[in-house]
């Protein structure tokens, strides 16, 4: 694998091997920690991020590697650069990977054809954040074994993650069932052909789940108003402390962050004895280490 741009068109198989690796690196595993030893590995970051750029620093530097931090404030950007010579021009000081975030759909995909060094796509605009659902999927593999048969609900704004509709690709190709609920307006039409299950209303599906995972409301993406306001999405999709009690003994919570307290997610909820929300993020970093190995 020279790129990772998508969770699409992968295997069974081939997100098994990228699990089995990153169990090697979780904390005393035993991957080696000098596989990027003078190499140098670009965060090129076109929009925010707080979790996946730490991430992928971490798991850089605990694998040797120096890490450059690129961010379009304070660049060039502002004054007119494109995309691609932006790409080429970091690409030039010699980084053996770019690890890239856009707000547009398919960016990492057109770096990756004009660049030598590999690709990741740290999240492309509403298209998929493979890296995440990876870590997802890893955090659910550790704590059921196998995803087989387990029912994963992914609740809020599906119409402009791209954290569900690469965990939606993923968790299916794991064997897992999974099912999307949120208003009418933030499903994507044809959602279905992914092999998802749609539910409108939150509260018959919630029992049925071994794990929901709670999604942020996208504003960035919404250009028009999607439903009536924040406070009713919250009553209607948000995951409260006593719609929490109506889940199955052992089901898990899972947010890929930030999280927007006291919307998608009550703060009882997101710090309580269900959720796995900072697993998440610390087994990231092992997900990480081990995507930076197999495509450097
Ligand atoms: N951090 C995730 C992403 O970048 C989810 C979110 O921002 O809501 O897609």
């Given at each position: 694998?020279r790129h990772?741009?998508?969770?699409?068109?992968?295997?069974?198989?081939?997100?098994?091997?990228l699990l089995?690796?990153a169990?090697?690196?979780?904390?005393?595993g035993?991957?080696?920690?000098?596989?990027l030893?003078?190499?140098?590995?670009?965060n090129?970051?076109?929009?925010?991020?707080?979790?996946?750029?730490?991430s992928?620093?971490?798991?850089?530097?605990?694998?040797?590697?120096?890490?450059?931090?690129w961010?379009?404030?304070?660049?060039?950007?502002?004054?007119?650069?494109?995309?691609?010579?932006?790409?080429?021009?970091?690409?030039?000081?010699?980084?053996?990977?770019l690890?890239?975030?856009?707000?547009?759909?398919?960016a990492?995909?057109?770096?990756?054809?004009?660049?030598?060094?590999?690709?990741i796509?740290?999240?492309?605009?509403?298209?998929e954040?493979?890296?995440?659902?990876?870590?997802?999927?890893f955090?659910?593999?550790?704590?059921?074994?196998?995803?087989?048969?387990?029912?994963?609900?992914i609740v809020?704004?599906?119409?402009?993650?791209?954290?569900?509709?690469?965990?939606?690709?993923?968790m299916?190709a794991?064997?897992?069932?999974?099912?999307?609920?949120?208003p009418?307006?933030l499903?994507?039409v044809?959602?279905?052909q992914?092999?998802?299950?749609?539910?409108?209303?939150l509260?018959?599906?919630?029992?049925?789940?071994?794990?929901?995972?709670?999604?942020?409301l996208?504003?960035?993406?919404?250009?028009?108003s999607?439903?009536?306001?924040t406070?009713?999405?919250?009553?209607l999709?948000g995951?409260?402390?006593q719609?929490a009690s109506?889940?199955?003994?052992?089901?898990?919570?899972?947010?890929?962050?930030?999280i927007?307290?006291g919307?998608?997610?009550?703060?009882?909820?997101?710090?309580?004895?269900?959720?796995v929300?900072?697993?998440?993020?610390?087994n990231?970093?092992?997900?990480?280490?081990?995507?930076?190995?197999?495509?450097v």
């Amino acid at each position: 694998m020279r790129h990772l741009l998508g969770i699409e068109g992968w295997r069974r198989e081939e997100i098994e091997a990228l699990l089995d690796r990153a169990e090697a690196h979780l904390p005393g595993g035993s991957a080696s920690s000098s596989v990027l030893q003078g190499r140098v590995v670009a965060n090129v970051f076109f929009e925010d991020s707080t979790r996946t750029r730490t991430s992928f620093e971490m798991a850089a530097k605990t694998l040797g590697a120096e890490v450059l931090n690129w961010t379009a404030q304070g660049s060039s950007i502002s004054k007119g650069e494109t995309l691609l010579d932006t790409v080429r021009n970091i690409e030039a000081t010699g980084p053996v990977a770019l690890v890239i975030r856009h707000r547009s759909s398919g960016a990492p995909h057109l770096a990756a054809r004009h660049v030598r060094c590999a690709v990741i796509n740290a999240g492309d605009g509403t298209h998929e954040h493979p890296s995440q659902a990876l870590l997802d999927a890893f955090t659910l593999r550790r704590r059921w074994g196998a995803l087989d048969g387990r029912t994963v609900l992914i609740v809020g704004d599906i119409l402009h993650s791209r954290v569900a509709r690469s965990n939606i690709l993923c968790m299916k190709a794991l064997g897992a069932r999974v099912v999307v609920c949120g208003p009418p307006t933030l499903l994507p039409v044809g959602i279905q052909q992914l092999g998802t299950e749609v539910a409108m209303h939150l509260d018959p599906v919630l029992p049925q789940a071994d794990a929901v995972m709670c999604l942020r409301l996208q504003t960035e993406r919404q250009s028009e108003s999607f439903f009536p306001s924040t406070r009713e999405f919250s009553r209607l999709y948000g995951l409260n402390a006593q719609r929490a009690s109506k889940m199955k003994e052992g089901a898990l919570v899972m947010h890929p962050g930030p999280i927007n307290r006291g919307v998608e997610l009550a703060p009882a909820v997101a710090d309580g004895a269900r959720s796995v929300i900072l697993e998440q993020v610390a087994n990231g970093v092992a997900v990480r280490r081990a995507i930076l190995e197999v495509c450097v």
